[in-house]
């Protein structure tokens, strides 16, 4: 059994059928209109934008947005943002001015709603986890890491306060 619970999606023949029936220009032009809204504009970090919204936003039916995605990525909507945001949280696991924040932000930040759901995406892609991904790329987690040197403290010296101090007797003096 893998270790994410994912399996692979059956084609309907009727759903490619109408796929055919779209001109290749069409298909270009809405192309680059998908991503200018996801990559350029970002969207996909938005959890809530939907194939509905996107196809609001760029004046195309839904069904065509649903044709093209399947034409030029060969994927439907929802694995295309996945693809995105995991693109954006891999060079987010491995570059160093995102050491400070944990992989559950990392997943929020990029547009994950849950931490299962982002687990679940990366490793299907990758083949390896965030955090395995993330060490495999030179992060050293905390737990890992050698403790930090205490500072030494300063002892002091006993004082001669109220104690007589000793002083030796030359033997001439005897």
């Not at 109408?18 to 270009?28: D, G, K, L, M, N």
């Not at 491995?94 to 990029?110: G, H, K, L, S, T």
Request: net charge positive; glycine share 2%; with cysteine.
């Amino acid at each position: 059994m893998a270790k994410y619970n994912t399996r692979e999606k059956k084609v309907r023949t009727s759903a490619i059928a109408y796929r055919s029936s779209i001109s290749p220009q069409f298909v270009e032009e809405v192309a680059k209109k998908i991503i200018s809204k996801l990559m350029i504009e970002q969207k996909y970090r938005d959890p809530k934008y939907s194939a509905k919204r996107l196809s609001d936003d760029i004046q195309v039916n839904i069904r065509n947005i649903s044709a093209v995605v399947n034409l030029r990525f060969q994927q439907n909507y929802s694995q295309l943002v996945a693809n995105m945001r995991i693109l954006e949280a891999k060079y987010m696991l491995q570059e160093r001015c995102f050491d400070n924040m944990n992989v559950e932000d990392i997943a929020v930040n990029v547009g994950f709603t849950t931490r299962q759901s982002f687990y679940a995406s990366f490793y299907k892609l990758c083949g390896i986890t965030p955090k395995e991904y993330r060490i495999a790329h030179g992060f050293i987690p905390k737990a890992d890491l050698p403790p930090e040197p205490k500072p030494k403290k300063k002892t002091k010296k006993a004082s001669s306060k109220g104690r007589k101090r000793k002083t030796r007797k030359s033997p001439s003096s005897k």
